[in-house]
């Protein structure tokens, strides 16, 4: 009995296995063979692009931080203590050019100014003393010089002693340096005038400096004062940044920045230093990525930076923003604030008859092309420069020529090509070409 039972586990193996073996032969008959050429040779499908001959806009790519184009310190240029404020003076508050920020006691300073300006008016008036005194003097040294000659005329005829003539003699002495020194006097009149006067400017000067006006349209920042507060003179009282310009210090490698003047005319820079924004004829666009969005404005190339960053090896290029208050866009474009990490491309002048691909179908200085019979063909290639996802091809690929752009594993020279055009990549390259990034 367990014989039998034994017998029968074993037989009850097979139709499973038979089941199986059919499946895979049903598989293996429905195995798609390699696509063959007519001649029965293998294929590869492969995808394709005409190398495309355009008008290619150069752009460089850099980055930097938001920044007010000027900043403004409040430093008090007298001391006193603060009476007034602007009721919306706080950081973060947008205050109007011309606006009063601040005051100072100007008590003081209005009674300097009127005590100088008292002394200015008592030497007026002693200027015009001084002017009668010189006229009575002289007068007096006339009437002097007539009497010593009258004396003189006597003495000769001996009805006046010696004496009269001594006494006429040191009259008149008296009477010249009588007027000498109302001459003195008068002339150093002008010269304690201009001292008055400049007193009376710089007390001018320091009555109006207590009062701290807003230079431009400006964002309160580093607020230190409150009201009742003493500050001494020199001392730094607020920080003042300007909202109707911002700019952006952006820093470039060299590589990027050499491809926009690749086939410039040297004659072009002649003038460098008369017109660089003109000369160097960059259209800058800032893009800030806001996550679901990218915003972008329209900027203005504003000068290069003084010197290569020695760490990075990149050169700082300066772009400007203006009123950017008013381009914003609710939910689309916030306002450029100080501080935030912006993206910015630089566009150069347009280059004509560039012949470019994508850069991941060049490997190692060589691309593969299809030729007229469908082979693939291994061409070396000279790499004029890269911009973001494309090579600018200096020599080696002709316009029209057939670019193989997919990945070929193993790529055997020769091999027969079934070729499709890839218009989607056709449609990226002339995106590219127009500096779309």
């Given at each position: ?11 009850l ?8 073996i059919?499946i895979?032969?049903?598989m ?40 007010p ?5 409040a ?28 005051k ?5 300073y209005?009674?300097?100014l ?9 030497l ?6 001084v ?14 010089e ?18 009269d ?11 010249r ?6 001459k003195n006097?008068l002339?150093l ?5 201009k001292?008055?006067e400049?007193?009376?400017?710089q007390?001018e ?18 607020m230190?004062?409150?009201i009742?507060?003493?500050?001494s ?28 003047f ?11 230093g008369?017109n ?8 800058p ?9 990218i915003?972008?404005?329209q ?16 050169m700082?290029?300066?772009v ?11 939910g ?17 002048k ?12 060049i490997?190692n ?5 299809a030729?007229?019979?469908?082979r ?6 000279e ?6 996802d ?7 690929i ?5 670019v193989?752009i997919?990945?070929l ?7 027969l ?15 590219r ?5």
């Amino acid at each position: 009995m367990s014989h039998h039972s034994s017998i029968w586990r074993k037989l009850l193996v097979i139709p499973p296995i038979l089941f199986g073996i059919g499946i895979l032969m049903v598989m293996v008959g429905n195995k798609q063979p390699p696509t063959t050429s007519e001649a029965g040779e293998p294929t590869k499908r492969v995808r394709v692009v005409e190398a495309p001959q355009l008008a290619l806009t150069p752009v460089a790519e850099g980055y930097g931080t938001i920044q007010p184009a000027r900043v403004w310190s409040a430093v008090a240029q007298v001391s006193g203590r603060i009476v007034e404020l602007h009721p919306r003076l706080r950081n973060g508050e947008i205050i109007t050019k011309e606006s009063l920020l601040l005051k100072i006691d100007p008590v003081d300073y209005e009674l300097n100014l009127a005590q100088v300006s008292a002394e200015l008016a008592e030497l007026k008036v002693e200027e015009n003393n001084v002017k009668a005194s010189l006229s009575i003097e002289q007068r007096s040294l006339k009437i002097a010089e007539r009497e010593l000659q009258r004396i003189t005329k006597l003495t000769a005829k001996g009805t006046a002693s010696q004496s009269d003539l001594d006494n006429a003699e040191r009259n008149l002495l008296n009477s010249r340096n009588a007027v000498q020194n109302v001459k003195n006097s008068l002339a150093l009149m002008p010269t304690r005038l201009k001292v008055l006067e400049a007193k009376k400017r710089q007390a001018e000067r320091d009555l109006e400096n207590t009062s701290v006006y807003a230079p431009f349209n400006m964002r309160v920042a580093d607020m230190g004062i409150e009201i009742d507060q003493f500050v001494s003179k020199g001392g730094v009282l607020l920080a003042g940044d300007e909202v109707d310009r911002v700019e952006v210090v952006a820093r470039f490698p060299m590589s990027s920045l050499r491809r926009l003047f690749i086939g410039r005319d040297v004659s072009e820079f002649e003038m460098l230093g008369g017109n660089l924004a003109e000369a160097v004829a960059f259209e800058p666009l800032l893009r800030l990525d806001l996550g679901t969005t990218i915003a972008e404005w329209q900027a203005e190339f504003v000068r290069f930076s003084d010197k290569v960053d020695p760490d990075t090896r990149t050169m700082g290029v300066v772009v400007a923003v203006d009123r950017p208050f008013e381009k914003v866009i609710p939910g689309q474009r916030p306002p450029l604030s100080k501080g935030m990490f912006v993206q910015v491309l630089l566009k150069g002048k347009t280059q004509a008859d560039r012949i470019i691909l994508p850069r991941s179908t060049i490997k190692n200085g060589v691309v593969y092309l299809a030729d007229e019979n469908n082979r693939l063909q291994r061409q070396p290639v000279e790499i004029l420069y890269n911009q973001g996802d494309i090579s600018v091809i200096g020599k080696g690929i002709q316009a029209g020529q057939r670019v193989v752009i997919s990945d070929l594993v193993p790529a055997v020279s020769g091999m027969l090509l079934q070729t499709v055009p890839d218009q989607q990549m056709e449609a990226l390259l002339q995106q590219r070409a127009r500096g779309q990034l």
